[in-house]
C-alpha cells in the first residue's frame, strides 16, 4: 500500500507560478501527476521514471510544467510555471510499481489538490 499526499495547490492569476508536492510513503518506480477539470476527462500531465529519471509531459504542459523527485524525502514535485487559465483543474498525483509508465492506469492516488487560474 502506498499513501500519497499532494499539497501546494491554490488560486493563482495567468502567468503565475505553482509548485505542487506530493509526500509518499514510498515512492514507486512510475510516478505522475494528472489532473481532472469539471466536466473532462482525467488526463496525465507529466510523468517520472523514477530510477531513470525519464520523463513525459503532455504537449499542452511542455516548456512550462517541470515534474522532479526528491528520493530521499520520499517526494515528488511539479513546478507549474506561466500558468494558463485552461490549466485549472484538480490535479492528483498517482504512482504504480512500473517498469511501464505510461497511460492512465495507476494503482495509487492522491485525494488532490486545486489548481485555480484567473486570466
Known amino acids: 500500500q502506498v499513501q500519497l499526499v499532494e499539497s501546494g495547490g491554490g488560486s493563482v492569476q495567468a502567468g503565475g507560478s505553482l509548485r505542487l508536492s506530493c509526500a509518499a510513503s514510498?515512492?514507486?518506480?512510475?510516478m505522475g501527476w494528472f489532473r481532472q477539470a469539471p466536466g473532462k476527462e482525467r488526463e496525465a500531465v507529466a510523468r517520472i521514471n523514477i530510477p531513470s529519471g525519464s520523463t513525459y509531459y503532455a504537449d499542452s504542459v511542455k516548456g512550462r510544467f517541470a515534474i522532479s523527485r526528491d528520493s530521499a524525502r520520499e517526494t515528488v514535485y511539479l513546478q507549474m510555471n506561466s500558468l494558463k487559465p485552461e490549466d485549472t483543474a484538480m490535479y492528483y498525483c498517482?504512482?504504480?510499481?512500473?517498469?511501464?509508465?505510461?497511460?492512465?492506469?495507476?494503482?495509487?492516488w492522491g485525494q488532490g489538490t486545486q489548481v485555480t487560474v484567473s486570466s
Open positions: 514510498v515512492l514507486r518506480n512510475c
Open positions: 498517482a504512482a504504480r510499481p512500473g517498469p511501464d509508465c505510461g497511460g492512465l492506469e495507476y494503482r495509487y
